[in-house]
Every structure is written in C-alpha cells, then in structure tokens.
C-alpha cells in the first residue's frame, strides 16, 4: 500500500486548504482512511476518518464543522477539506489506512501511513 499526501501550504487564518491523500497497491474496499496531525512537539493527534466501503466519518471534536473527510473511489483518493483554519491547526498532516471497519482515532492501530504534508496557518 502506498499513500501520497498532498496539498499543504501556507494560508492565513480563515482561509481554507484540501489535503489529497492518493492511495494504491490494494482494493480499498474494506479500509479505514485516517487524517492526523503533528505540530512540533506534539504527540500525533487524530483529525478525521471515513470508511471506504459506506462513507461513514469520524472527526476529532475541534475539526467538527470546520473539516470535511471524502473520498473519491475512482481516483482512490481521500480529501481533507479544511475551512476556516486557526494557527493552531499548523502542523505536519499525514494520511493512513487500516483494515477493517472501525473508525479507529488511535494512530497506533493503522497500519500503512503517507509522508506528510505541512500546512502552516498565519495569524
């Protein structure tokens, strides 16, 4: 499995990015699609995540209403729609999947992970 993040940069406070995460090497049917972050010094933090096969999503409380996970099946590509964006959502974005069917917020429970992707927000 190999996952591609992209679309980071740098923007000011209220504005809006979309990260892609473009995945390959399997059938992603039965797939969990997972977002999290890192800022320096800072743990890995969930962000969102959504289930290939029916498109349920799952957000950490501070991304609800602001973030918008989707997925693309004839692309193999999921989004990460971000509005209005707070410095404190500065980090490195990174993009995972795991097996199964459980919109699972821990980092350690997904298998296959991308490179990341900075996204800086300016006050």
């Known amino acids: 499995v190999q996952l591609q993040a992209s679309g980071g940069g740098l923007v000011q406070a209220g504005g809006s990015l979309r990260l892609s995460c473009a995945a390959s090497g399997r059938t992603f049917s039965n797939y969990v699609m997972g977002w999290f972050r890192q800022a320096p010094g800072k743990e890995r933090e969930f962000v969102a995540a959504?289930?290939?096969?029916?498109?349920?999503?799952h957000y950490v409380d501070s991304g609800k209403g602001r973030f918008t996970i989707s997925r693309d099946n004839a692309k193999n590509t999921v989004y990460l729609q971000m509005n209005s964006l707070k410095p404190e959502d500065t980090a490195v974005y990174y993009c995972a999947a795991r097996t199964g069917t459980v919109l699972a917020p821990k980092p350690l429970v997904y298998d296959y992970w991308g490179q990341g992707t900075l996204v800086t927000v300016s006050s």
């Open positions: 959504i289930r290939w096969s029916d498109g349920s999503t």
